[in-house]
């Protein structure tokens, strides 16, 4: 099967621009989650979607965030604008209902300038 | 308060050589247990998790780890390191099975092992 997916693998931006993440899960699978690491960080939650609907996002910075998940397929995540402490990696991961591990794709290395 | 404590950012092992890389938790229940590894340009893979049954759990790769409650402890093990071990290792911890879809995991920090030929 096809693994986790994500878009773009690097991004390099302004401060005050527009960066829209996209990631793919596995087919089938209903939780879809969002994780960011900041340099020197651990990995930090963001937010867990269930099919299309937010379960969690305790994690998420701030109003800047925006994440969406229509159809309860792939999911995106906006920042809007954004700023330099922004930069990071980007994991989104998936798992299937009531299964015990996370699926991650490779990340999207986002850098603010 | 949760957490994960990797005391060990980097460790550098000769191939061949044994590894244990710790792990410390806090949590207020019992906890889900996870190793992952992220070699470069990759995603994070896990290598095993524990949650209950027998404390030494095997992962992929030749990697085991073992639970000690009483230490709050989940160090990974493995008994001849080769140079494609070469990564960053997570140690995570969320809520056991059965506490719903919630996979919010707490992560350490990461442990970063170069292999010397």
């Known amino acids: 099967e096809a693994g986790v997916t994500q878009f773009p693998s690097h991004s390099v931006i302004e401060k005050g621009q527009t960066v829209t993440l996209r990631c793919d899960p596995i087919?089938?699978?209903?939780?879809l989650y969002w994780y960011r690491r900041v340099m020197g960080k651990e990995i930090k939650f963001l937010l867990h979607?269930?099919?299309?609907?937010?379960?969690?996002e305790s994690g998420m910075p701030n109003n800047r965030f925006l994440a969406e998940r229509t159809g309860g397929t792939y999911s995106t995540l906006k920042v809007q604008p954004a700023e330099l402490e922004d930069s990071g990696v980007y994991f989104c991961?998936?798992?299937?209902?009531?299964?015990?591990?996370?699926?991650f794709g490779n990340g999207t290395r986002l850098t603010v300038t | 308060a949760q957490s994960v404590t990797q005391p060990d950012i980097h460790i550098t092992v000769s191939e061949g050589a044994s590894l244990e890389l710790r792990c410390n938790y806090s949590?207020?229940?019992?906890?889900?247990l996870f190793w992952y590894v992220q070699s470069p340009g990759q995603g994070l893979q896990l290598l095993l998790k524990?949650?209950?049954?027998d404390t030494l759990v095997q992962g992929i790769k030749g990697f085991e780890a073992e639970f000690k409650r009483s230490q709050s402890s989940f160090n990974l093990r493995k008994p001849s390191v080769h140079w494609s071990d070469a990564a960053e290792y997570f140690c995570?911890?969320?809520?056991?099975?059965?506490?719903?879809?919630?996979?919010?995991?707490?992560w350490g920090l990461g442990t970063s092992l170069a292999v010397n030929p």
């Open positions: 524990y949650f209950s049954g």
């Open positions: 979607f269930v099919k299309e609907s937010k379960q969690d």
């Open positions: 991961a998936s798992s299937q209902a009531g299964t015990s591990a996370l699926h």
């Open positions: 949590y207020g229940a019992t906890p889900y």
């Open positions: 995570a911890v969320g809520a056991p099975p059965g506490a719903g879809n919630n996979r919010k995991l707490i």
């Open positions: 087919s089938g699978h209903d939780n």
